[in-house]
């Protein structure tokens, strides 16, 4: 019990002392604070260098404070104070313990060009010295775009102390775009060119474009050859980042393709809801993501792990009712198959906007698809990259799942000789019934990963019907190398066009070059026995 005691006792000295630290920290910077409130603004200026040279964790806070209106001082100088949270009140600036009895002639500190350049100085100086990284980077990548001459000695200082790799750079890059509006020596400009051109990028070929005006004649050799070299890089890198972006559509096209390149190719279906099979999946994400950031919030980064397989299982579901209710009565009439699913269509978008309205529904990117990321020259989503890669685990899932299972061998069947198959035993109505409802399934999962990078409507899967179907035509009924093929060819191209004719004209050259190649290829690109081939 003693020692216990003893403990305490210790404890609340060291707590005390602690606090009786920071109360001295805090009031020695305080005639730095009240000089804030000086009649002349050489003397604010004066007072704000001080403040920031202190390091005191405060000062950031107080000359906020100061640059946003919130303090007061005397007309005639004197102690200033930060106003309230009601009109009329005045807080001290150090300890935010409300003032008894203000005097009566407190005014707004005014500011001027001059002090509000130093306020910005000084905040900038404490976030480049700050212990956050990320505030740090922050603050360098500010100063970049400022390139303010008056902060060159800032940035030599933080520089001399800056460890981190990544953030040293965008600081030399700023001394370099600074240094070029100074009137350094020559050497020294062609020093800072070389370090702006070594970026490489879309940022420095505009500054160094820029520099041309002003740059002495002796520089401006030096700076044309270096725009011409990060031009040159450029245009490559140009033809990569197209080549990303028509893959990133591949993706996306294959994901809502493929689904019914298995109910086209195996059950000759012309399914024109299939659509509304991705916006049911889009919907089911959003459910899944409002129920779990309502019944567990801290889950929330993981809504799409349960969202993929319900989605899966609700669309799935829904397809085999479809099928068992409307589309078996209508094998061999494409025409009557294609109206009918066009009236389901309809009626699942009316159905949607009865539960949901007609308003577009919000369905947030988890953290680890949020942001960008760059290679290079390459830049790109976190959001894309998981799409590709999903789409391309779901490829390769179902291609497994044909390949190597009982009920891929029979739907394999079915597709090669329906007849024949059916005499061997398979029960070839169930076959179609659990197709359709496996290409629903994976229309249903297509619909989360749009959910994440397109608005989740009632009208969300008219816009991809028609790819859709050109994807599958193009690359072979019911062949879904074909539909790998088909989708990321049709996407590159797509992104390759649109520069130039535009994203509608680039759709009607891809629709005519894709009707001329069937015309060629009937049966596309890999053709597939099957029955709807033979009939």
């Known amino acids: 019990m003693y020692r216990a005691t003893q403990t305490f006792l210790v404890a609340l000295c060291l707590l005390v002392s602690c606090l009786a630290t920071g109360l001295r920290a805090q009031e020695a910077i305080r005639p730095f604070v009240d000089g804030l409130g000086g009649t002349a603004f050489p003397q604010k200026i004066e007072a704000v260098k001080s ?111 800056e460890q981190d790799g990544e953030i040293k750079a965008t600081m030399e890059a700023a001394r370099a775009v600074i240094m070029l509006k100074t009137d350094a020596s020559a050497e020294d400009k062609k020093a800072a060119i070389d370090t702006i051109a070594a970026r490489g990028n879309r940022d420095a070929l505009a500054i160094l474009m820029a520099a041309m005006d002003n740059a002495p004649d002796d520089l401006k050799p030096v700076i044309e050859a270096n725009i011409d070299s990060i031009t040159r890089s450029l245009a490559v890198w140009d033809v990569f980042q197209n080549v990303w972006y028509g893959l990133s559509l591949g993706s996306v096209l294959l994901l809502a393709a493929i689904g019914l390149a298995i109910t086209f190719g195996v059950m000759g279906i012309i399914n024109m809801a299939h659509g509304e099979m991705v916006m049911l999946g889009a919907y089911t994400t959003y459910v899944v993501q409002q129920t779990i950031d309502s019944v567990a919030p801290g889950m929330s980064d993981y809504s799409l792990v349960f969202a993929v397989p319900a989605a899966f299982v609700f669309t799935g579901l829904v397809g085999i009712a479809i099928e068992r209710s409307v589309i078996r009565w209508l094998y ?81 069947a079915v597709t090669q000789n329906r007849r024949m198959a059916s005499s061997m035993g398979i029960r070839t109505p169930w076959v179609d019934a659990l197709t359709f409802g496996l290409g629903s399934g994976i229309a249903g999962m297509a619909g989360v990963a749009l959910s994440q990078i397109d608005n989740v409507s009632p009208n969300l899967g008219q816009n991809y019907i028609i790819d859709s179907f050109m994807v599958v035509v193009f690359g072979g009924v019911g062949n879904l190398w074909g539909t790998l093929v088909g989708a990321l060819t049709l996407g590159i191209a797509n992104k390759f066009l649109e520069p130039y004719a535009g994203a509608v004209l680039g759709k009607i050259i891809i629709l005519i070059f894709i009707i001329l190649f069937i015309q060629r290829r009937p049966r596309g690109l890999f053709a597939l026995k099957g029955r709807a081939v033979e009939q």
């Open 51 to 161: 403040l920031a040279a202190s390091g005191d964790p405060k000062v950031a806070e107080i000359l906020q404070n100061l640059s946003d209106g919130k303090l007061y001082a005397p007309k005639t100088g004197g102690a200033v104070y930060l106003a309230g949270p009601t009109d009329g009140t005045y807080v001290d600036v150090l300890t935010g313990v409300a003032v008894a009895d203000p005097p009566g002639n407190l005014a707004k500190i005014r500011l001027n060009n001059g002090l509000r350049g130093a306020i910005g100085v000084a905040l900038s100086q404490l976030t480049l010295l700050s212990p956050d990284r990320a505030a740090r980077l922050a603050a360098s990548q500010d100063l970049l775009k400022e390139a303010n001459p008056d902060n060159l000695d800032l940035l030599n200082s933080a520089l001399s102390k």
């Open 332 to 412: 061999g009439r494409p025409l009557e198959t294609l109206l009918a699913t066009w009236g389901i269509s309809l009626i699942l978008q009316q159905s949607i906007r009865t539960i949901f309205g007609p308003t577009n529904r919000q369905v947030d990117n988890p953290g680890w698809m949020s942001g960008v990321f760059e290679i290079g020259g390459l830049s790109s989503t976190w959001n894309r990259l998981w799409i590709i890669l999903f789409s391309l685990s779901v490829f390769v899932a179902l291609l497994l799942l044909l390949k190597r299972s009982k009920f891929g061998l029979q739907m394999r």
